[in-house]
């Protein structure tokens, strides 16, 4: 199953905003504290683990790793029963039971975000003395979001009462959190929390019983002039009402509690009003309530110098956003963190940093040990910005809408690149000395290719091709290109959020059903974007097309593909919508012999031949049905490095080895003897992905007194009349005129009938060593025959332009009115 929050901010640059956001304080470098009352926790980040002291009690002794999304939650939730007042002794960690969490009352097993809850309906509990709890939490846009499921003595289910007490008690008021009920449908309700808005009204009312308002929920309304809270509000998002550039009224209830990173950057005409004694509102400045987090500087103020008040520790998130008045900030020796790059958008700001735990160089803001850049003042003017050696990570946003920065060296010791990071930045290059990030005709990749983080607006001009490797495109990574005018995608799975925000002049764009996931705001503001076209199981989150003209056409069936690449790049591509979902990989590679005369050469490898095939079927198992089969054809020289590889990844009894006989006298009257050594055989793998594949019977032919005929048998031990290689030249020769148009296909007939034997009707079929095409044909040919709905997946190198001479003429001369799509490199 696909994990959406995977997609929406790196690991390791997450964490450390939750650790902030929990409170901790990074006193030392990358070693986070927090004191509750008398008691401390400390969390080594480096090393990945939490350090909870002779309180909080773990059954195995040891430190607490932090090396999952669930370690997260447990932190967080043993984070929110310190904060109620529990003792630590009284809680217990225990990750090898059932219940990850025990404390007073409390039984509580830990989710990540977007695993569904597991209750035993039979579950029965041994007394009243206690609860049963399923828990989860993430961190959203600098708010924890949190839910439950309460399993009582009585076996109902309650979600509120547990967490929702501040102060340490034995009995809880259970209830059910009651749903909101609305008639208006441009509001999108989750029980009580508002997630969105789709309508244009001016003036927003919004329903009674919300608690809480979803982060991004109004992101990017352009028509929303004044919003009304109701009382029963608790909870506002961060980024809530981003970009609302007409909202000119908000005021803030006096039952507003939590509040998350800048609910209102680019609210450019907004007159904001508190009534909350949660926070202050302090020379037109939002603070919480102790003036220690500083959480939105109004853009339409017209100081052009501001001093940050001394008890402030946070610079919130884009808490100054687009302030292009604002000529100089001071900012005190009290401040300890800045979140998400404070300063984005100010375009004439020079700050006057009096903090001890940040440097700025050369228009760069780094931490207090240099090895993260926060954010670059958009007053930088430098044709080549070299970032300092002891740089490892450039968090997300940092370089946002920099126009005059030119080339950014990129130093060796780099690590890491949150999201966004160039967004805005039109004349930006790279130069890269670090071995995790590539730099190929300017575009900026990770080490391996396999994500686009930033594709400059110089380069992306007219139709843009993607490299064959890429898998992902990072947020923001075309963000901007404003002269690009189509895009082919090829392999691409991922497009995340902000990917092609503001590419005016892209008209259309053809999603393949590879693209499983596509981001929040990835096509915002495309002013020229007429269709997109979407398989149906492409996930799309909310907003992905707000403010472009678009049209989105969604495929209710699967298409058939033939694909231009190396097959390795296309493998990676399919585990991250093709995982466990397809049947039959039926697939013919490279031979590697070592038999001297065999008509053919062996292939030349770049490790070996067992690296080569490995690598690419430890793919194809992930892809495979529980049901499934991979099949392999292969010649006798080849043959014990396939059934060693075999073994290992599908285990020696789900394996059956078969023989094909590809010279037969009654098939090879076309037959050009190429050299005196006759090879009769070759041989075929069938590998089970369990034991739940069960291969169908088949049509075996036979020859009797002349003439073939069939009937229905058990897939042979030999496959014998099933056609030749010669026969597979002669039909070959009926489709183009000659039997040299390909040198070594595999006849129709053999692959039809394994396909028959290893796929239901509504199969999908892959073959990544396509070649002349024959596996696309034989399942044409298949569902003809049986009235199949099964479809194919065929990948072939760009090598002698096989794919283009002769796998994609081939199928274009037999696929009638089924629909192919071609995805080619160019």
């Not at 390791?12 to 401390?40: A, M, P, V």
């Not at 009582?152 to 009462?161: A, C, I, L, V």
């Not at 969105?196 to 927003?204: C, E, P, R, S, V």
């Not at 001369?813 to 160019?826: A, G, Q, S």
Request: aromatic share 12%; hydrophobic share 35%.
């Amino acid at each position: 199953m696909l994990k959406t929050d995977e997609y929406r901010l790196s690991r390791s640059i997450k964490y450390k905003s939750l650790y902030w956001t929990l409170g901790y304080r990074e006193q030392t470098l990358d070693i986070f504290t927090k004191f509750y009352k008398k008691y401390k926790v400390s969390i080594y980040a480096n090393e990945q683990y939490a350090d909870f002291g002779d309180g909080v009690i773990q059954t195995n002794n040891k430190k607490f790793t932090l090396n999952d999304d669930q370690s997260f939650v447990i932190l967080e939730c043993v984070d929110k029963l310190l904060e109620m007042g529990y003792l630590p002794q009284e809680i217990v960690i225990d990750r090898a039971n059932d219940f990850d969490i025990y404390v007073r009352g409390l039984y509580i097993k830990c989710y990540h975000w977007g695993q569904d809850f597991v209750i035993d309906r039979n579950e029965t509990l041994r007394g009243n003395y206690f609860l049963r709890v399923h828990y989860a939490s993430r961190l959203r846009s600098g708010l924890i979001q949190r839910k439950a499921k309460i399993l009582t003595y009585e076996g109902k289910e309650f979600d509120y009462g547990i967490f929702e007490n501040t102060n340490r008690s034995d009995s809880y008021e259970l209830s059910k959190k009651k749903s909101v009920l609305c008639d208006d449908a441009s509001f999108v309700i989750d029980g009580d929390c508002l997630i969105g808005f789709l309508g244009n009204a001016k003036q927003i009312v919004i329903p009674d019983g919300i608690r809480s308002i979803d982060s991004c929920a109004f992101w990017d309304n352009q028509y929303i002039e004044e919003i009304t809270l109701p009382e029963s509000v608790v909870d506002i998002g961060g980024d809530t009402f981003f970009n609302c550039r007409k909202l000119a009224k908000f005021v803030i209830k006096p039952n507003v509690k939590s509040m998350g990173n800048n609910p209102f950057a680019g609210c450019e005409n907004l007159s904001l009003v508190n009534e909350s004694a949660h926070f202050v509102i302090q020379d037109n400045v939002l603070f919480d309530a102790e003036i220690k987090r500083l959480i939105y500087f109004p853009i339409n103020d017209e100081k052009d110098s501001y001093v940050i008040p001394n008890t402030v520790e946070i610079l919130g998130k884009h808490s100054f956003f687009d302030c292009k008045t604002l000529l100089t900030v001071t900012v005190p020796s009290s401040v300890e963190k800045f979140e998400n790059n404070p300063f984005s958008g100010c375009a004439k700001l020079t700050i006057d940093n009096k903090s001890p735990y940040y440097h700025i160089v050369d228009d760069v803001i780094y931490n207090v040990s240099k090895t993260e850049i926060v954010g670059v003042l958009n007053s930088v003017s430098t044709n080549r910005l070299v970032l300092l050696e002891t740089t490892k990570v450039i968090n997300r946003n940092s370089f946002y809408n920099c126009i005059n920065l030119g080339v950014v060296v990129l130093p060796k010791g780099l690590e890491e690149i949150g999201y966004n990071p160039f967004v805005g930045c039109k004349n930006v290059s790279f130069e890269s000395k670090s071995p995790n990030f590539v730099v190929d005709d300017g575009v900026l990749y990770d080490r391996n290719k396999g994500k686009l983080i930033c594709y400059p607006h110089n380069k992306a001009i007219g139709h843009v091709i993607i490299e064959e490797s890429v898998t992902v495109l990072e947020r923001g990574a075309f963000s901007g290109c404003e002269e690009m005018t189509s895009v082919n995608l090829r392999n691409v799975a991922i497009i995340s959020k902000a990917c092609f925000t503001n590419c005016s002049k892209l008209s259309n764009i053809y999603c393949s059903d590879f693209v499983c996931f596509i981001g929040e705001w990835a096509f915002s503001h495309c002013n020229s974007l007429k269709t997109i076209s979407l398989f149906t199981n492409t996930y799309v989150d909310r907003n992905a097309f707000i403010n472009s003209p678009v049209k989105v056409d969604m495929r209710k069936s699967r298409s058939n593909y033939i694909v231009e690449s190396d097959n390795i790049h296309t493998l990676k591509s399919l585990r991250y919508s093709y995982a466990e979902k397809i049947d039959s990989i039926i697939i013919d590679p490279p031979y590697c012999s070592h038999i001297s005369n065999i008509g053919y050469e062996d292939n030349i490898f770049p490790n070996s031949y067992y690296d080569f095939i490995y690598q690419r079927l430890v793919f194809a198992k992930e892809l495979l049905s529980i049901s499934g089969f991979l099949v392999i054809s292969i010649d006798k020289g080849s043959l014990p490095v396939l059934k060693a590889i075999c073994y290992e990844l599908f285990s020696r009894n789900l394996v059956t080895v078969h023989k094909w006989e590809k010279l037969h006298r009654a098939f090879d009257a076309n037959r050009t003897l190429i050299n005196k050594k006759r090879i009769r055989y070759e041989y075929i793998l069938v590998c089970q992905k369990s034991n739940q594949a069960v291969l169908r019977k088949i049509q075996q032919p036979y020859i009797k007194n002349g003439s073939i005929n069939e009937k229905d048998e058990k897939l042979p031990r030999v496959f014998s009349c099933f056609g030749t290689t010669s026969s597979a030249k002669d039909e070959m020769a009926l489709l183009f005129g000659s039997r040299d148009y390909f040198s070594t296909p595999k006849p129709l007939k053999l692959i039809k009938e394994l396909i028959r034997a290893t796929s239901k009707h509504n199969s999908i079929v892959l073959d990544f060593f396509a070649g002349s095409g024959t596996t696309g044909h034989a399942v044409l040919a298949l569902n003809k025959e049986d009235g199949g709905t099964r479809t194919f997946i065929l990948v072939n190198n760009s090598e002698s332009d096989i794919c283009k001479n002769v796998l994609v003429p081939r199928i274009n001369k037999i696929r009638e009115n089924v629909n192919v799509v071609t995805i080619t490199k160019d």
